[in-house]
């Protein structure tokens, strides 16, 4: 069976892993790199997976791993999602001293101004944008970045990092390896700066922050900051843009929105569910035999979890292919399950329902500018990101 991650078209990719899907829960596979895995699509089997201890994040080799040097790979790879108790347990605790829900509700007020500065700008530049640059992209960098202290100067060099970092596979090994050394450069040069002259930041913040004798280390301290800037955009740019594109491609649904904006919370969950940001999380390792839907998975096996699968899994969802934002189960696994749960979460999903929000208010009439097309969606095992999407005002 060959992997469906490639898919460039959105109904391509769903009807590719929904066929899948069909024939069961669990799949044997070859993945696009090469590598054999077992495909988990169905929703409950993804949970209790996900959730099971022997299941664990796997310590297999990444991509270009011939090529990278080890002081490469502890820069970037010492994070939350990819270590295992009792790392992961310290890590998180560390990391949640400073990212903490506060915090992130601070927060509104900003995002809303960023927000509409950005909806101004869109207006003056005439009827026609792509809504990626122009919107769904600079909303989230600019405000990781301010949160974690980056310069305004430099995020456009980190969204070219980011973008070959994080789907490192579909890219040449010196095109990878020339990415991650400057982003890795960067963020320890941001790191010195934050020593010497903390801004109050959270950054700062993790520089500093203790659990006793415990703080992070030199190369925890890069692959956090990696992390959180990595993740804290990549996912919400495709949380709005998707997000958009599915209402604009259900105007019943957004008619009703328009109608009864209360829903805007559900809404945000609905299109999580329906066409998340995620197309699989980062895969997993069987440290022993694992059964499970009456399947043996052995031990040493990798397991790939097809989130944007389970979450149209017509076993849990009625009607999984449909877009219902008055749906009453909104138990969606769009940001993972158990200890690897998307710790930012909280904020994607306020960025998301005031991108949504503030974007349909300021401009009722939004459509789709070239509305019989399908748009070209980003290659990798990751990341569901719509690349551009034109959109009249």
């Given at each position: 069976?060959?992997?469906?991650?490639?898919?460039?078209?959105?109904?391509?990719?769903?009807?590719?892993?929904?066929?899948?899907?069909?024939?069961?829960?669990?799949?044997?596979?070859?993945?696009?790199?090469?590598?054999?895995?077992?495909?988990?699509?169905?929703?409950?089997?993804?949970?209790?997976?996900?959730a099971h201890p022997d299941v664990v994040r796997s310590s297999l080799e990444g991509p270009h791993r011939d090529t990278v040097t080890d002081d490469l790979v502890s820069a970037l790879d010492q994070h939350?999602?990819?270590?295992?108790?009792?790392?992961?347990?310290?890590?998180?605790?560390?990391?949640?001293?400073?990212?903490?829900?506060?915090?992130?509700?601070?927060?509104?007020?900003r995002i809303r101004e960023i927000a509409a500065d950005l909806l101004d700008e869109m207006a003056a530049a005439g009827d026609r944008v792509d809504l990626v640059d122009s919107y769904s992209y600079p909303?989230?960098?600019?405000?990781?970045?301010?949160?974690?202290?980056?310069?305004?100067?430099?995020?456009?060099?980190?969204?070219?990092?980011?973008?070959?970092?994080?789907?490192?596979?579909?890219?040449?090994?010196?095109?990878?390896?020339?990415?991650?050394?400057?982003?890795?450069?960067?963020?320890?040069?941001?790191?010195?700066?934050?020593?010497?002259?903390?801004?109050?930041?959270?950054?700062?913040?993790?520089?500093?922050?203790?659990?006793?004798?415990?703080?992070?280390?030199?190369?925890?301290?890069?692959?956090?900051?990696?992390?959180?800037?990595?993740?804290?955009?990549?996912?919400?740019?495709?949380?709005?843009?998707?997000?958009?594109?599915?209402?604009?491609?259900?105007?019943?649904?957004?008619?009703?929105?328009?109608?009864?904006?209360?829903?805007?919370?559900?809404?945000?969950?609905?299109?999580?569910?329906?066409?998340?940001?995620?197309?699989?999380?980062?895969?997993?390792?069987?440290?022993?035999?694992?059964?499970?839907?009456?399947?043996?998975?052995?031990?040493?096996?990798?397991?790939?979890?097809?989130?944007?699968?389970?979450?149209?899994?017509?076993?849990?969802?009625?009607?999984?292919?449909?877009?219902?934002?008055?749906?009453?189960?909104?138990?969606?696994?769009?940001?993972?399950?158990?200890?690897?749960?998307?710790?930012?979460?909280?904020?994607?999903?306020?960025?998301?329902?005031?991108?949504?929000?503030?974007?349909?208010?300021?401009?009722?009439?939004?459509?789709?500018?070239?509305?019989?097309?399908?748009?070209?969606?980003?290659?990798?095992?990751?990341?569901?990101?719509?690349?551009?999407?034109?959109?009249?005002?």
């Amino acid at each position: 069976m060959t992997s469906p991650f490639t898919e460039t078209s959105g109904i391509a990719r769903h009807a590719s892993l929904a066929e899948i899907g069909a024939a069961g829960a669990l799949h044997r596979m070859m993945l696009f790199t090469g590598v054999p895995v077992w495909l988990v699509t169905g929703y409950p089997e993804t949970r209790e997976l996900l959730a099971h201890p022997d299941v664990v994040r796997s310590s297999l080799e990444g991509p270009h791993r011939d090529t990278v040097t080890d002081d490469l790979v502890s820069a970037l790879d010492q994070h939350m999602l990819n270590v295992n108790p009792p790392d992961h347990t310290r890590l998180r605790k560390l990391v949640s001293a400073a990212f903490t829900r506060r915090r992130i509700e601070l927060l509104e007020p900003r995002i809303r101004e960023i927000a509409a500065d950005l909806l101004d700008e869109m207006a003056a530049a005439g009827d026609r944008v792509d809504l990626v640059d122009s919107y769904s992209y600079p909303l989230p960098i600019t405000v990781i970045s301010e949160l974690i202290g980056i310069p305004a100067i430099r995020r456009d060099d980190f969204r070219r990092w980011s973008s070959i970092v994080v789907n490192a596979s579909v890219y040449p090994a010196d095109v990878y390896v020339e990415a991650a050394l400057a982003m890795v450069d960067f963020i320890r040069e941001l790191i010195e700066d934050k020593r010497v002259a903390p801004s109050g930041d959270l950054l700062s913040d993790l520089i500093g922050v203790r659990d006793g004798g415990d703080r992070l280390s030199p190369d925890e301290l890069t692959s956090m900051v990696y992390l959180l800037l990595a993740a804290g955009h990549e996912t919400t740019v495709s949380l709005i843009t998707n997000g958009v594109h599915a209402l604009l491609r259900h105007p019943d649904q957004l008619a009703l929105l328009k109608a009864e904006p209360e829903r805007l919370p559900a809404t945000v969950e609905e299109l999580l569910r329906y066409d998340g940001p995620l197309q699989a999380a980062i895969p997993y390792i069987t440290k022993a035999p694992v059964e499970v839907g009456g399947t043996t998975i052995g031990a040493g096996e990798v397991v790939v979890f097809a989130l944007l699968a389970a979450n149209r899994d017509g076993d849990k969802f009625a009607k999984p292919d449909q877009l219902d934002i008055t749906r009453a189960e909104s138990s969606h696994i769009a940001f993972g399950h158990g200890i690897h749960h998307c710790l930012g979460a909280p904020l994607a999903r306020l960025e998301g329902r005031i991108a949504l929000g503030m974007l349909l208010a300021r401009f009722p009439d939004l459509a789709l500018a070239e509305p019989s097309q399908d748009p070209v969606r980003s290659q990798g095992l990751l990341m569901n990101a719509i690349t551009e999407l034109p959109v009249r005002l």
